[in-house]
């Protein structure tokens, strides 16, 4: 069963690569356990879809040659007839049958992409802060106690954890080679798990439609092993600026940057949301919200008032 | 001046002050026409106060073919805005703008009022009624749907158009992130709409019941009955839903409530949740009266009888369940866990088996048939494969792990597109073609019809295919630009070149509307598509009462059966027929609430308090108002029936 998987995985890779000039299509071009299983359950479903097609279209092609008007007598006429039970029960059964495979399929996946990556079971999962704000990405890292903004460096072979939420609206943290997205919201965090096999640079996005500067929202990610990792971790910690608040609401204005390394996270005086309906806003001021300004400063000031 | 200042639009162009002067034109061309010709009274009789579901229908008919210009244009702009990497044909806003424009004018007002229009001109005849069950209402509903159009429409030259997406997700569609009106526009314009839609759902759901001719019971409806039916119940459950969210968000955006933006506890999920669990089913008021229609078109051109009736039947009342219980696919993302996840990706996919129920029954109606390759038919065969196309690519993104991937790429873009336009669009466009003669006493030509539908039909193939392969690729969707690097230029410019090709399909159907109503022979009969079905037993053009003798049916076919078996629809004589008089009521109501709705959207309280005091009046008048319609006596009837050739039977 697995080694079919894999054979029909390179089939389909050979296909797609003559259709897009020898470059896999990112999806299906993963570089961590996680991309692995997704691309695996899409192809998946793409060969079963296929065979679906295609017999639709034979039984169309079929019907349409063999009992076209032209084909037949002018005295032919067509006969009444109601249905068949067992037709009708094969129509039912063989989609049926297919629904029950992939939602086993599915339901499996689900289970594997929430939980942490399991071929690294010895290690502990590295937890990244992934926030958006228009139309940034700020990357916390509570354990190296640095910051960085629209890239991120990961070690390779270790579980990563990655804690969403937004300083606006609804985004969507996607790096597709490494997995799939999930949604970073203002009022609660959302927790995706990811691990890259493989070193290179990946490229990372918003993948929800959040406003003007949408298009732009990219950031890179670049996986090594830990080695590099736990030594660039050392050089950001000797060089880089401390990160303060001041800068750090300097940064959540709206707009795109570039790429910035701080020392030190705003986790410490802006803390993630926790969960829905949680009141992280201390907002006291009651001249409502209708005043524009009012709203504008409750937006650029975050959770920390 | 200040004061005037709101109401200009937020990012002029070139583009958009044409589009003004072009209103302008078009308004005081259409105004001074009317006069010069002295053409008010007429269409103040005979249409803008009509209760008649024929005209009605056809006024739907008509504003949704507006609408499908207006959102097919800006479709055309977005793509070529995308043909190429790094284009500067539209900024950012703009390209937000359109796209939002573009799905709910495609959704809301093309889609939504043509399976209207043609439910209204239909449904009443196919079932051997007069009317609906309420005939006014059915004009105000008409009137409400246009007057939520128009104030949509009027948004991009007065004050800007929303730019959040058809989905409007919060806190993006808040005041603090989108600050100019739009979003009261999309507010309030489909509230409007969806009030029409509402009055409608009950309106045809009770003229259903309880309006269908002797003998016809419920498993003896044709199918496009039987679906609109469906529909209509969908609606009367689904849009409730719409209007409470509506009302929160509008609230949010004007009086500044906090249910949907995320300060003080106001929560954007609610927003998704709502949304969905009207937007789901809404696809499903979209997609089942077309599937009806292709029963109708597929056992008319197979010469036989529906394979399947009941499971067809059954099909439909499942999909109906399943659609009020999938709405969470739509953000398997938000974080919702993996046991959620799963039941909705479960009963998501589950919705394929009564589909692909359907797609069996169309595919053996065909067995042992004697097909002939109509227009309306070719339609009905081209929808076939591309719809299953774009069916299973749909069991594709059910799958709520791989969905991760898929979600908010061009991927679903191009899955909802191979669904909706074969499914929804060519649907439309068949059934038109397919009641062209019966609205209009002419046939529309075949040839000119064939090449509209084939080019229709590889233009979408053109146009949308690209986008599997660039959404795998990574291309995220309401993108206005992207770099050349990415290598997402080719598959897009590709799409450019289907979409030109829709255009030209869209072009041919108009010069086919305008050379059929040129040329087309007048003398045609009744029956021209030698059909199945109630509606095409009586007279073309259909005389106001619809049926001189209202028919007794004994099948599910019962036109058909009458000219084969010679059973006979028509036994009684003519006796007096009570009919609804006009009223100018639903217009004038609609009208208040259109500047109701625009007084809102620019906070301007005293036309705001003083048109929802009228609302009320208008509907306190109707309701004391006392009018017993009246009849039409049995000689005007013989001698309607005379002219029109005879009556029948
Ligand atoms: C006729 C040819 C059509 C073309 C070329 C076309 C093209 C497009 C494009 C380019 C987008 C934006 C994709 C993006 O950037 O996210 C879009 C979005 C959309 N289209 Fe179409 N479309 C067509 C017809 C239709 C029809 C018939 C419907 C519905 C009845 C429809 C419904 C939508 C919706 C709902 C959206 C999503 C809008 C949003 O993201 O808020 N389209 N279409
Ligand atoms: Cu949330
Ligand atoms: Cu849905």
Redesign the pocket.
């Known amino acids: 069963m697995r080694k079919m998987k894999w054979a029909i995985l390179l089939a389909f890779f050979t296909i797609t690569s003559i259709l897009t000039g020898c470059e896999p299509l990112t999806v299906l071009d993963p570089k961590g356990p996680q991309a692995e299983r997704l691309a695996g359950d899409i192809i998946l479903s793409m060969w079963i879809m296929l065979g679906v097609v295609v017999a639709v279209f034979v039984i169309l092609i079929y019907m349409l040659v063999k009992y076209r008007a032209s084909n037949q007598s002018d005295d032919y006429e067509p006969p009444h007839i109601e249905g068949n039970a067992i037709v009708e029960a094969i129509c039912v059964g063989v989609p049926a049958l297919i629904v029950i495979f992939l939602s086993v399929v599915t339901v499996q996946s689900n289970y594997i992409v929430e939980s942490p990556v399991e071929v690294y079971e010895d290690k502990e999962p590295l937890v990244i802060y992934a926030s958006s704000s228009n139309w940034k990405w700020h990357f916390s890292y509570p354990e190296q106690d640095i910051e960085t903004v629209n890239y991120l460096y990961v070690p390779t072979n270790r579980p990563l954890e990655f804690k969403l939420y937004s300083h606006g609206p609804i985004t969507s943290f996607w790096i597709p080679q490494l997995g799939g997205q999930k949604y970073a919201m203002a009022d609660m965090t959302t927790t995706l798990h990811l691990g890259a096999d493989v070193p290179g640079e990946y490229l990372g996005r918003n993948a929800n439609?959040s406003g003007e500067g949408f298009a732009k929202n990219t950031f890179s990610v670049k996986a090594m092993n830990e080695d590099e990792f736990d030594e660039w971790v050392e050089e950001v910690k000797t060089t880089a600026e401390p990160l303060t608040e001041d800068t750090f609401n300097e940064l959540l204005e709206p707009g795109h940057l570039g790429q910035l390394t701080f020392t030190g996270t705003h986790l410490s005086f802006s803390p993630p949301p926790l969960s829905h309906g949680s009141h992280n806003d201390k907002h006291e001021d009651e001249q409502g919200a209708s005043d524009e300004q009012d709203v504008q400063d409750e937006h650029e000031h975050g959770h920390h008032e | 001046m200040e004061f005037f200042q709101q109401f200009a639009p937020p990012h002029p162009s070139p583009a958009i002050y044409a589009s003004m002067v072009a209103i302008v034109l078009t308004t005081v061309a259409i105004f001074g026409g009317l006069t010069y010709f002295k053409k008010w009274g007429y269409l103040w009789r005979e249409w803008l106060t009509t209760v008649d579901h024929k005209r009605i229908g056809i006024m739907y008919l008509i504003a949704a073919l507006l609408m499908l210009f207006r959102?097919?244009v800006d479709?055309?702009m977005?793509?070529a805005q995308?043909a190429m990497p790094d284009n500067q044909l539209l900024d950012a806003q703009h390209?937000n703008e359109i796209?939002?424009t573009?799905?709910?004018v495609?959704?809301l007002f093309?889609?939504m009022p043509f399976i209207i229009a043609i439910m209204n001109y239909i449904v009443p005849l196919q079932i051997g009624a007069r009317d609906v069950a309420f005939p006014r209402l059915n004009a105000l509903s008409f009137w409400l749907f246009f007057s939520g159009a128009m104030l949509f429409n009027i948004s991009f030259v007065i004050g800007g158009s929303p730019d959040a997406?058809?989905?409007s997700y919060f806190p993006l569609a808040s005041n603090e992130f989108s600050q100019h009106v739009g979003t009261n526009y999309y507010m309030f314009s489909l509230q409007i709409a969806g009030l029409g839609t509402l009055i409608s759902g009950i309106n045809f759901a009770t003229t259903i019941l309880k309006m269908r001719a002797p003998g016809m019971t419920l498993m003896k409806m044709p199918m496009f009955t039987w679906s609109s039916f469906i529909t209509n119940i969908i609606i009367v459950f689904a849009f409730p839903v719409l209007t409470v969210a509506l009302a929160m968000g509008s609230m949010d955006r004007i009086f500044g409530t906090n249910f949907f933006t995320t300060a003080d506890g106001g929560m954007d999920m609610l927003w998704a949740n709502l949304f969905w669990i009207w937007g789901h089913p809404e696809v499903y008021i979209?997609i089942l009266p077309a599937f009806g229609l292709y029963s109708e078109i597929i056992s008319t051109f197979a010469r036989r009888n529906l394979y399947g009736y009941k499971s067809m039947v059954a099909s439909m009342v499942v999909i109906c369940l399943l659609s009020f219980v999938v709405w969470a696919h739509h953000f398997y993302t938000m974080g919702q866990g993996a046991f959620a996840n799963s039941i909705f990706s479960i009963t998501t996919m589950a919705i394929a088996v009564p589909t692909g129920v359907k797609i069996f029954n169309w595919l053996f109606t065909l067995w042992k048939g004697k097909i002939t390759i109509t227009v309306p038919m070719l339609y009905s065969m081209l929808f076939i494969p591309i719809f299953t196309i774009g069916g299973v690519t749909g069991v594709m993104l059910g799958m709520s792990a791989a969905d991760y991937q898929y979600h908010n790429t061009?991927f679903l873009?191009a899955h909802?597109?191979l669904v909706?336009?074969p499914g929804?669009?060519f649907a439309l466009l068949a059934g038109l073609t397919f009641y062209w003669p019966k609205m209009f006493g002419f046939m529309l030509n075949e040839r000119i019809g064939k090449w509209a539908a084939w080019l229709l039909a590889i233009g979408?193939c053109v146009?949308f295919f690209p986008m599997f392969i660039s959404g795998l690729d990574g291309q995220a969707?309401?993108?206005?630009t992207y770099s050349e690097a990415t290598g997402f230029g080719i598959w897009n410019m590709i799409?450019f070149v289907?979409?030109l090709a829709?255009g030209v399909a869209f072009l041919l159907i108009a010069y086919n509307i305008y050379y059929s109503t040129r040329y087309a022979s007048r003398d045609i009969s009744a029956d021209p598509w030698d059909a199945r079905t109630l509606e095409w037993s009586t007279h073309t053009p259909v005389p106001v009462y619809n049926f001189a003798v209202v028919p007794q049916v004994n099948s599910d076919q019962a036109f058909w059966d009458a000219k084969k078996h010679g059973h006979v629809l028509f036994k009684d004589g003519y006796k007096d027929i009570h009919m609804p008089n006009n009223s100018g009521l639903p217009i004038i109501m609609a009208g208040i609430f259109f500047v109701w709705g625009f007084s809102f959207v620019f906070s301007l309280w005293l036309p705001a308090i003083v048109t929802t005091i009228a609302i009320f009046a208008c509907m306190a008048y109707q309701s004391f108002e006392k009018d017993d319609g009246y009849h039409i006596h049995v000689d005007t009837i013989e001698k309607t029936e005379r002219k029109l050739g005879g009556h029948k039977q």
Request: charged share 10%; glycine share 10%.
């Open positions: 439609f | 959102g097919f479709a055309l977005m793509r995308l390209y796209f939002t573009h799905g709910v495609m959704i093309m889609a997406g058809w989905t979209l061009m873009v909802f597109h909706i336009i929804v669009m979408t146009a969707r309401r993108m206005y799409s289907g979409a829709i």
